[in-house]
């Protein structure tokens, strides 16, 4: 699915491929990942995103309790709101954010992180901003 100027993933997009382990959604121009969107992706292993305008990835994008365990992410690419709605992915819960050409991805905003690769944040560093989505 990647390279197909997809710019929502919206919850049902990926029903019934409940055995999917990879999914490629990189080179889109995805914009916005609808709750429950991959819950029923309970064996995804590896989820790249690089490479589209997503601001945020929220935790409820995954099944609540069944979210995929070692699950790796690829996140450059996209303008990232690093606020406390993405401290979800910073502090583990299973999820590993992987570098691609040494790039982790970056912020966008707040100014005061614009810049700094996601890798490098803790999760005190994030501050409340208005809600995305």
């Known amino acids: 699915m990647n390279n197909n100027n997809l710019k929502v993933i919206r919850t049902g997009t990926l029903c019934g491929i409940i055995n999917l382990t990879y999914l490629r959604l990189d080179g889109n121009v995805i914009e916005w990942i609808q709750c429950g969107a991959f819950r029923d992706l309970g064996k995804l292993e590896k989820l790249k995103l690089y490479q589209n305008k997503l601001p945020a990835i929220r935790e409820c994008v995954f099944n609540v309790g069944a979210q995929p365990t070692g699950l790796r992410m690829w996140l450059d690419g996209n303008p990232w709101i690093c606020n406390e709605e993405l401290s979800w992915v910073l502090t583990g819960r299973g999820i590993w ?34 809600e995305y989505g």
Do not use: F, M, V
Request: net charge negative; charged share 25%.
């Open 97 to 130: 954010i992987t570098l691609r050409d040494g790039n982790a991805g970056e912020c966008a905003s707040p100014c005061e992180l614009a810049g700094r690769k996601l890798t490098a944040l803790a999760a005190d560093d994030l501050k409340s901003t208005p």
